[in-house]
């Protein structure tokens, strides 16, 4: 469903993503990893094309999406993405952020967009601050709203970009259990994380970047357990 | 000193009528100035170069030049070269709301900038098209952060109205001036006058606070 050949990009002169090629296939829960600085949130923003790649093919769905003239706002349609720091629209209660983009971009009615944005917002567990703005939640909360707003666009991808990784220990377990229930409904789900446990736990597969370079894809009971480059060795004697 | 009020109080209403008067064309060059502000700002942060040079060199020549100057151009030097007619009033909207604009769009565009790059983001991520996201995600945010200097922009221009008096237009100023001359006394009447902006810019700060009050409400 998704698939990258030789996708690269550059900022500047520096090359920070040195021809990636892999496939994600349709359900698959890809994790993926390695050191700060690798390339994991570019390449994670180019497949919605929040960067534009440098050079290298995406395909999703057979569609190339990285060809001259293509319509960005309808690849990004099906994809939803959900950022370290949230980013809530801070003047928005919580069903007005979750209703928004399903009223102004497909073009559903009020009702309908409430109707599916309350009904996403209890599967979150907060029902009880649909009418609270941003400010009032903790970061949990708020990543739990900004995973609600972008199912409410009914994606058939979801990224993460390292989800967690802003919030305090204890609020971990909540966004990695809406993650859990939302892999098992059989989303295609491409995950920056740090947290390696939820990768073997959850992933079917595990990416590992390393300088711009996919180092080593795979299994992640075999690439947690007996990982193939010394790099990979390296890095998880670090994290684990 | 001999201050005698009592002279000027027949000419009261004739003074009030300015109230109106100028209050009627601050409005509109107000608005005027906001909206042609806004896009002017929008165009400043565009990736297309040359609608970003017309609104800087548009900026660049407004607040570089006097506003009594531009005024004058416009009442006097306009119609001299076009043979159009060009009212006191129109000339008056025209030179605020022109100028103001100049001010309102460099104040909208460092709100624009100010707002955390993660929300144009999150709606581009959403698929929301640039339109709607301006509208609904950016300039919301942006007019909550920039409301005191806009404010602050808005008063100035109320003040500065008074020039519009060197053009015979029959504001407040025009009108205190046109009494100290009837009457043989000046400082009567200009203090009457500056009573008057004074509260006008006193109504102009609450309501500011007000809104903005109301604006906070997400914090
Ligand atoms: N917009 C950008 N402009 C310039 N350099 C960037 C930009 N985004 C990322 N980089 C650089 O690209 C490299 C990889 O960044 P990133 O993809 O964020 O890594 P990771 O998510 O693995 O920590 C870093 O050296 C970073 O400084
Ligand atoms: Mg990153």
């Known amino acids: ?240 | 000193m001999n201050l005698d009020f009592n002279q000027i109080v027949p000419y009261i209403p004739f003074i009030l009528e300015g109230i109106v008067a100028t209050l009627k064309f601050v409005s509109i060059s107000i608005i005027v100035g906001f909206i042609l502000g806004t896009l002017l700002a929008i165009c400043k942060i565009t990736k297309v170069p040359l609608l970003k040079w017309i609104a800087d060199a548009y900026t660049s020549i407004f607040r570089g030049t006097p506003l009594i100057l531009q005024l004058m151009i416009i009442y006097f030097a306009v119609p001299q070269l076009t043979g159009l007619d060009i009212t006191a009033f129109v000339s008056a909207v025209l030179a605020f709301g022109l100028n103001s604009a100049a001010y309102v769009s460099e104040i909208i565009r460092a709100g624009i900038m100010a707002v955390d790059k993660g929300q144009t983001e999150a709606a581009e991520a959403l698929g929301v098209p640039y339109k709607s996201m301006m509208l609904n995600i950016i300039l919301p945010q942006a007019f909550k952060n920039i409301l005191p200097a806009l404010m602050n922009e808005f008063i100035t221009l109320t003040k500065e109205s008074a020039i519009v008096s060197t053009i015979g237009y029959l504001d407040l100023m025009r009108r205190a001036q046109i009494v100290g001359a009837d009457i043989y006394r000046n400082f009567e009447p200009l203090l009457f006058a500056g009573l008057i902006y004074w509260v006008m810019v006193f109504i102009l700060t609450k309501i500011g606070g007000l809104v903005e009050r109301r604006m906070r409400q997400s914090d």
């Open chain 1, 1 to 240: 469903m998704i698939n990258t050949s030789n996708l690269s990009k550059t900022f500047g002169k520096n090359e920070v993503l040195k021809g990636i090629s892999t496939t994600i296939k349709h359900g698959e829960v890809v994790a993926v990893i390695g050191p700060s600085g690798s390339g994991k949130s570019t390449f994670l923003r180019c497949l919605n094309l929040l960067e534009q790649p440098t050079s290298g093919e995406i395909h999703i769905n057979d569609i190339n999406i990285t060809a001259g003239k293509v319509d960005k706002l309808k690849i990004r349609k099906n994809i939803g993405m959900v950022f370290q720091h949230f980013h809530l629209f801070p003047h928005m209660t919580v069903l007005e952020n979750v209703t928004y983009a399903p009223q102004k971009v497909k073009n559903l009615s009020k009702q309908e967009a409430n109707r599916l944005g309350k009904e996403l917002i209890a599967k979150v567990g907060l029902t009880d601050k649909e009418d609270a703005y941003p400010n009032r939640l903790s970061g949990g909360q708020k990543q739990r709203v900004a995973i609600a707003r972008a199912l409410a666009m009914e994606p058939e991808i979801m990224l993460f970009d390292e989800p967690t990784s802003a919030l305090d220990p204890e609020m971990v377990k909540e966004v990695l259990d809406v993650m859990k229930d939302l892999a098992t409904t059989g989303m295609t789900m491409v995950i920056v994380t740090h947290e390696m446990n939820f990768a073997k736990e959850v992933a079917d597969k595990v990416l590992f970047l390393d300088g711009g370079v996919l180092m080593e894809e795979g299994d992640p009971k075999e690439f947690f357990t007996e990982p193939k480059t010394s790099r990979a060795k390296d890095f998880l004697d670090k994290v684990l």
